[in-house]
């Protein structure tokens, strides 16, 4: 099994910046492919950004992209959302989730094995 706690949430003003952490315990040799992704009140869960286990590769959604920044340090287990330039719609419960394998599906939440319990972002305009 692989637990998942994520940390950085809070409320910031429109523009500011978060950094999102996710720390991973456990079978930590499932964590190779780390995402995340948001869920807003009454939406679907959408990806937010995705990164390989060497960070050789990353992917953001269209959305986000040129303003949030995926990174892992894997000697702490942890990945990294740094967002910066936040609008209001970027509020939304964020969690981290990891599987094993990169593939096409990894925009596709049910794809990942593990999940954290997310962290609350809220910014005000």
């Known amino acids: 099994q692989v637990q998942l706690v994520e940390s950085g949430g809070g409320l910031v003003q429109a523009g500011g910046s978060l950094r999102l952490s996710c720390a991973a315990s456990?079978?930590?040799?499932?964590?190779?492919?780390m995402g995340w992704f948001r869920q807003a009140p009454g939406k679907e869960r959408e990806f937010v950004a995705v990164i390989t286990w060497s960070g050789a590769r990353t992917y953001y959604a269209d959305s986000v992209k040129g303003r949030f920044t995926i990174s892992r340090d894997n000697a702490k287990n942890t990945v990294y959302l740094q967002m910066n330039s936040l609008k209001p719609e970027d509020s939304a419960d964020y969690y981290c989730?990891?599987?094993?394998?990169?593939?096409?599906?990894?925009?596709?939440?049910?794809?990942?094995?593990?999940w954290g319990q997310g962290t609350q972002v809220t910014v005000s305009s």
């Open positions: 989730a990891a599987k094993m394998a990169f593939d096409g599906d990894y925009r596709i939440y049910n794809t990942y094995n593990y």
């Open positions: 456990g079978r930590t040799f499932g964590t190779n492919i």
